[in-house]
Nanobody, 121 residues
Framework: QVQLVESGGGLVQAGGSLRLSCAAS????????MGWYRQATGNQRELVAE???????DYADSVKGRFTISRDDAKNTVSLQMNNLQPEDTAVYYC???????????????WGQGTLVTVSS
């Protein structure tokens, strides 16, 4: 199948920056969508940023102008550069992807294990 492995979380002070990375491996023919969601304690999981195979990018309003998503299909990776982090950005960040595993259209949709981002005030 497919695996998503995230890296790059940690503790940072307000106003600081972090970069998250996610690498997909396994049966990959092509990648449809790839992006990042987050879940703070007591909250539902929410979209942070996502890219489509056609190049469309969506950002949550709360991160526009501060976060930048980038994707490298040659390496099957997606990254999230997070600048000017604020305490309200504290959450577990999850990589999400929809991947076509073969030319017959068989598709995998799943999540990484999550990486914790903690922003102190």
């Amino acid at each position: 199948q497919v695996q998503l492995v995230e890296s790059g979380g940690g503790l940072v002070q307000a106003g600081g920056s972090l970069r998250l990375s996610c690498a997909a491996s396994g049966r990959i023919f092509s990648i449809n969508t790839m992006g990042w969601y987050r879940q703070a304690t007591g909250n539902q999981r929410e979209l942070v940023a996502e890219t489509s195979g056609s190049g469309n990018i969506d950002y949550a309003d709360s991160v526009k102008g501060r976060f930048t998503i980038s994707r490298d299909d040659a390496k099957n990776t997606v990254s999230l550069q997070m600048n000017n982090l604020q305490p309200e950005d504290t959450a577990v960040y999850y990589c999400n992807a929809e991947i076509m595993m073969a030319q017959d259209g068989s598709t995998w949709h799943g999540w990484g294990q999550g990486t914790l981002v903690t922003v102190s005030s």
